[in-house]
């Protein structure tokens, strides 16, 4: 049976376009969640400002938000013991840091990138840095103008990947981040010697991706035990 879903951050660009998606999928969204003085817009769904007010109305939650009201909704899942997709990204280190530690308790899946695409491109960057030693690597994105956390999620998580196969610190990697109007969300891996240059490019033509990989995460994220999950696991696992 389909788990029923709960989007906090409804009203938001990533909201919609979860709830949209799920329309013309099989997904079961039950629970539109924002602050309060957008949830008098009108919807087909039950509203709320607050998760805890009507628990029995959903399973599972997705999250595309900010830091701090992301923070808010695992506490909230963590009382009701209900797992949590999250999609928000710029969470600070003791952020960070509370997300682990209430994964002991809900299955908590992070992914500051849902799509498959992006998520495949990682492990070609991860075996490039590795097959590549002497190249040096750097990280350029590009996103709309009002997306607020710079660089981005996806940015930092590609060093971390390069860090890790390479045993260095995401720090000395270089990462420029632009932003332009329109651009959802481009990513460039660069390996340059200095004789060639390899590109890994990634550009986000729609958020459907990203909406896809939500929904798809939080139908398998309620399957799980309680701990802490990224999309390669989900990934792996081959749901
Ligand atoms: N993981 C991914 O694949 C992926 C893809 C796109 C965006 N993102 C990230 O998702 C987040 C949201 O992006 P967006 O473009 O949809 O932003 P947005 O600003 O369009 O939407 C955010 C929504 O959260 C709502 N919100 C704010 N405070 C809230 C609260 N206390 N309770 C409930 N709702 C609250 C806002 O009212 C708004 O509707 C950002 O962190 C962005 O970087 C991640």
Redesign the pocket.
Known sequence: MNSKIAI????????Q?IYNLSKKNKFNVTVG???KE?ISQESEILLL?DLSSNPESFDVVID??????SI??VKICESLSKPITI????FNKNQKEYLLSASKNIPLLL?????LGVNATLKSISELSKLLPNYEISIEETHHK????SP???ALKIAEVVAESRDIKPADINIKSYREDGEI?VHKTIFKSDDDEIIIYHNAYN?EI?AL??LETSQWIAKQKPGFYTYQNYMEDGS
């Not at 906090?8 to 909201?15: P, Q, V, Y």
């Not at 595309?64 to 009201?69: A, D, K, N």
């Not at 009002?146 to 956390?149: A, P, Q, R, T, V």
């Open positions: 906090n951050g409804f009203f938001g660009r990533m909201g376009s969640c924002d602050k957008k400002s595309f938000t900010l830091p701090e009201p808010d909704a999609g928000t990204t710029g992914a500051p990138n849902m799509s009002n997306k607020i956390d981005s999620g996806t969300g958020r990203f990989g939500a």
